[in-house]
């Protein structure tokens, strides 16, 4: 099963990329293995991205007979017959793949293995997030990592000639999700101890704020690489609202990229042409005022 990544918004270039790599992986296992075509691949999509829709890259997904859309909008897990369908859908999975999303880190407790591309495409999305580093080394890494989308069929042609629901946990992902995800043991959730621990940090409190925590090295350095992902992510959006700019057309009709210094010089002398004229008709108001003034005298 491939699970869905949310999207910055419906129809954007990244939205539209992830209907586009299902149809590499579907097609890429297809090729690497005389069986594929019998397969059945189910493609969860993120309930902020669907991947139904008018787009190319949607259509050509919506095309592929092995591929099995559902929930075809997606939904968000959140009452029991969901979660049930949602606990389910991985459970009878040989293999669990995405971009990057908590929904692998489900498929770790369950037990199934979990893989993923590095593409550059999603390079942001991956390898420019922190907690994507967490699925590479804790526990020895959970993901299945591969550089091409064949090495990807490769490994997916190994769990599927594995497939069994009643076979133990995928190593990989025990060994993650006892050191990751429940490091006080493989049977005790986390997310009850927790809940815990914040209430009794306001139990033990008798009202007052908890004292402010100690400062050590590896936080330090942590708010350190935080701030620097904070300001590359600015400056990687400015970069990409001046290349959104529309550029000027040439006599051809056809666009040139600008450089951004070319398109500062531009904007420079465009601003000083318009102070020139804004000068200018300064200037011809003064001159018609002060001959309206001499004329007044004249006629006194």
């Known amino acids: 099963m491939t699970i869905g990544s949310p999207g910055r918004r419906a129809g954007t270039a990244k939205s539209s ?3 586009q ?12 293995d005389r069986r594929g075509s019998s397969r059945r691949t189910r493609r969860r999509p993120h309930p902020s991205n669907p991947l139904l829709g008018d787009l190319p890259s949607q259509k050509d997904l919506a095309a592929i007979e092995q591929v099995k859309l559902y929930p075809p909008a997606g939904a968000n897990p959140t009452d029991a017959q969901s979660r049930n369908d949602y606990f ?4 009878h999975s040989a293999a669990v793949t995405g ?5 692998l880190l489900e498929a770790a407790v369950v037990g199934r293995p979990v893989m993923t591309v590095l593409s550059p495409r999603y390079d942001e999305t991956q390898r420019g997030t922190l907690h994507f ?3 590479l080394t804790a526990g020895g890494g959970l993901a299945y990592v591969a550089e091409t989308y064949d090495e990807h069929a490769a490994q997916l042609a190994r769990a599927l000639s594995s497939a069994d629901p009643g076979a133990p946990p995928d190593e990989r992902s025990r060994r993650f999700t006892e050191a990751f995800i429940r490091p006080f043991g493989l049977d005790q959730p986390a997310t009850p101890r927790m809940l815990a621990t914040v209430e009794g940090l306001a139990g033990d409190s008798d009202g007052e704020l908890p004292a402010a925590p100690r ?7 942590l708010a350190r690489l935080a701030r620097a992902f904070v300001r590359r992510a600015r400056r990687r959006a400015r970069r990409a609202k001046r290349a959104a700019k529309p550029k000027p057309r040439t006599t051809s009709g056809r666009q040139k ?3 951004p210094a070319k398109a500062e010089l531009i904007a420079a002398k465009q601003e000083a042409r318009a102070a020139k004229a804004a000068r200018e008709r300064a200037k011809e108001r003064s001159r018609r005022a002060k001959e309206a003034a001499k004329a007044g005298e004249d006629q006194a």
């Open 17 to 19: 990329r992830q209907p």
């Open 215 to 221: 400062k050590t090295v590896t936080g330090s350095a």
């Open 257 to 259: 990229p600008l450089s």
């Open 21 to 32: 790599a299902s149809t590499q992986s579907v097609r890429s296992s297809s090729t690497s």
């Open 133 to 135: 580093q967490h699925l």
């Open 88 to 91: 389910d859908s991985i459970y």
């Open 99 to 103: 971009v990057n999303t908590s929904a």
